[in-house]
């Protein structure tokens, strides 16, 4: 009998164009001999499609407002055996869409309640990251309360970490609101941009003038596995939202040209990340390799990844012998083993 599957798609965060993309290859890979899969898009104003609605938004690439309460389309979703929510960034990434579910009792594809939010808030990810021994970019914490209160120990936290430094919000995907800040001229603007989006902000050392970008897909549930280990190349400052978004101004290596030694610790940092962050399912794991010293420092874990045919978690592991269909149809059947 086939799995009746609910995808989401669209959402209320800045890469909903994005996530739009990566439902319309999903809905097109998972075999239809052995899944039933209906789309219901997300507007931007937080509200679940309708059917036809939900066509329009995948073919158009935005999804338009009406649409029912979330509650009401998570109640409705009970008679599905598995939901693969495909949305990034806050309200979808971050443990809101999976509480919903896993309160509606509905297996879904990806981390839980836990795996998500922790991974989503990069304060957090840095807390349980370090306890667990896992080198990371120097950084600090600063909260807009604070900013408001007292900016001039928020400047002194920026200078004893020294320039240039990056200003990045805490719970945020995509890039939004980051800057690179050269100078303690540049630092104002920067925080103030971070904390209109953010009431927690992260201050994070320059690790080197332009170190390599590592990535490594992760697949699994308590018995986890890593995919080769695949580089990102771009002329910008920092792999910025234009630059992440405008074609060409980014080219993927798989497998990284870089010695088997640093790839393989890479791939064991990524399952350990993926393990202390309690993640399932599903990860991106980014890192910085600095050449000279030979030091690797991981940047982010990003729990829902990009999907479409051509984003780097689905490349890394097609590298790896393991095409899309299968790929996405392992990721439902680790859903459905986790539940």
């Known amino acids: 009998m086939k799995k009746r599957i609910l995808l989401l798609a669209g959402g209320q965060s800045g890469e909903h164009e994005v996530s739009l993309m990566s439902a319309r290859s999903v809905l097109a890979a998972l075999p239809r001999d052995q899944f039933d899969v209906t789309p219901v898009a997300i507007s931007k104003q937080g509200r679940w499609l309708p059917p036809t609605d939900t066509r329009q938004a995948l073919e158009s690439g935005a999804a338009g407002t009406g649409g029912d309460l979330v509650l009401h389309r998570v109640a409705s979703a009970e008679g599905y055996d598995a939901v693969f929510p495909l949305l990034h960034g806050p309200m979808g990434e971050d443990g809101t869409v999976q509480g919903l579910l896993t309160l509606a009792g509905i297996p879904f594809v990806g981390s839980g309640v836990l795996g998500s939010a922790v991974s989503m808030d990069k304060v957090m ?20 309360r604070e900013w408001q209160s007292d900016a001039d120990s928020v400047r002194r936290r920026a200078t004893e970490l020294g320039f240039p430094l990056f200003v990045k919000p805490a719970n945020l995907g995509s890039s939004v ?36 970008e590592l990535e490594v897909g992760v697949l699994g549930n308590d018995s986890p596995i890593a995919s080769p280990v695949g580089e990102l190349r771009f002329a910008s400052e920092f792999y910025d939202y234009e630059t992440k978004y405008t074609e060409g101004r980014a080219s993927v290596h798989i497998p990284a040209p870089i010695p088997e030694e640093v790839a393989g610790r890479v791939r064991e940092l990524a399952l350990s990340a993926f393990k202390a962050l309690d993640c399932a399912g599903l990860a991106r794991v980014d890192f910085f390799y600095l050449e000279e010293s030979g030091e690797l420092l991981l940047n982010e874990v990003n729990t829902m990844p990009g999907f479409t045919q051509t984003s780097m978690y689905p490349k890394l592991f097609e590298a790896a012998g393991l095409g899309y269909s299968e790929l996405v149809t392992r990721l439902v059947e680790l859903a459905l083993e986790e539940r």
């Open 125 to 144: 990810t840095k807390q349980v990251l370090a306890s667990a021994g896992i080198p990371q970019v120097e950084w600090r914490l600063a909260v807009r």
């Open 177 to 212: 609101g980051i800057s690179k800040v050269q100078g303690a001229q540049e630092l104002d603007a920067a925080l103030d941009l971070a904390f209109s989006l953010d009431r927690r902000v992260i201050l994070e050392a320059m690790t080197a003038h332009k170190p390599r």
